[in-house]
């Protein structure tokens, strides 16, 4: 007798009382430490992390060890959880290398923390706040490409998200995954001037480098493209708290410009625009969310579910960051008002961790058509 089909599970898209209170936290250390004007002051300086942003942000909130479990040292939460305080870094555009170390570099070491000894101590490091580490890839490499993402420690890797501030360096070989340091001898750190100043991207220049071997060429492979995977699902949701700011902005903006003794939100050509928004914003929301809780729950949907939401979402941030620029008028043309910063990182977004267009390629390969 066959057991009768049991349909999926619907996917819980709603927040729950700890992702409230983990959101109300983030969102008040972040206006206290990364508000608009300390984070433009950031992008013109040499050292664009605030180390105390970071470590009360990493090991005060305890939000660096999300996704590490407790044997580890972690919080033992899940990628729900990972995702709020993605949403709020991306309504602040507060530069913590947040997504690329403890996301991406952790969700890598978590694949093989049971097999590595090396990799689970380093995921205490990580899940304390003690260190920082980033996949030695290009940021635009997408889940689907992680196989060609084969760098060496005789070569050179461009484009590296947050690789000048990364403590250790995951570098992917040909013969497995390794742990390079990033001060090590034959190691070459060349910081590079990006769109996004918010988020550094550097050269990395390996010329013999010694590193610890975390993995083989298999294995290796396998957690490069979870990590990547885990980086383009999440990366939605700071997407969407991008979006979400550049509306919540435009909308008060508007109601406080006036022409002609109106406020300009009143003319119905700007109450559609920014009605037309607002329904983009709150289906990127549902988008985003699902790709976390799919990781969340280990979905094998997850590759669809983060296909689906950075097809999506990605267009939707950079067209709520160009209606806020639009509509703030010439104040939004300024260095000193902070829409700027948001359409920059919007940019930069919409062709990290995979294109919108390679991930509607991905959705295609996934889903099964019916035949005529």
Request: glycine fraction near 10%; charged fraction near 20%; proline fraction near 7%.
């Amino acid at each position: 007798m066959t057991a009768p089909h049991q349909p999926p599970a619907t996917p819980d898209l709603l927040y729950s009382a700890e992702e409230k209170d983990l959101r109300s936290a983030v969102r008040a250390l972040l206006a206290d430490r990364a508000d608009a004007p300390a984070v433009i002051a950031a992008t013109e300086s040499a050292t664009p992390y605030d180390p105390r942003l970071w470590e009360a942000l990493a090991a005060g909130i305890g939000a660096a060890g999300l996704l590490v479990p407790e044997r580890l040292g972690g919080q033992g939460a899940s990628h729900r959880e990972a995702a709020v305080v993605l949403e709020e870094l991306g309504r602040s555009v507060a530069p913590a290398p947040y997504l690329t170390s403890s996301v991406v570099a952790t969700e890598t070491l978590l694949a093989l923390s049971g097999e590595s000894r090396h990799a689970a101590d380093l995921l205490r490091e990580l899940a304390a706040g003690r260190r920082t580490a980033v996949l030695a890839v290009p940021f635009g490499t997408p889940p689907s490409g992680a196989d060609a993402a084969t760098a060496s420690l005789d070569g050179t890797v461009r484009g590296v998200a947050d690789a000048a501030v990364a403590d250790v360096l995951l570098v992917p070989a040909a013969d497995g995954l390794y742990a390079v340091g990033a001060g090590a001898p034959g190691v070459t750190v060349e910081p590079l001037v990006p769109l996004d100043l918010t988020r550094p991207l550097a050269t990395l220049t390996f010329a013999g480098a010694a590193g610890t071997p975390l993995a083989g060429p298999d294995a290796g492979a396998a957690a490069v493209r979870r990590g990547l995977l885990a980086g383009a699902g999440l990366l939605a949701s700071e997407q969407l708290g991008l979006a979400e700011w550049c509306l919540a902005e435009t909308v008060r903006h508007t109601r406080e410009r006036r022409q002609f003794n109106r406020p300009v939100g009143s003319f119905q050509a700007l109450k559609h625009r920014m009605a037309h928004l607002w329904l983009e914003v709150v289906s990127a929301r549902a988008a985003a969310r699902n790709a976390a809780d799919a990781l969340a729950t280990g979905s094998p949907d997850a590759p669809l579910a983060v296909a689906v939401a950075q097809a999506y979402c990605a267009g939707v941030a950079v067209h709520a960051a160009e209606e806020c620029v639009q509509l703030h008028g010439g104040i939004g043309m300024t260095w000193e008002h902070p829409a700027h910063l948001y359409l920059k990182r919007a940019k930069a977004d919409s062709i990290a961790y995979g294109s919108a267009g390679r991930h509607r390629d991905t959705v295609a390969g996934l889903v099964e058509l019916p035949a005529p």
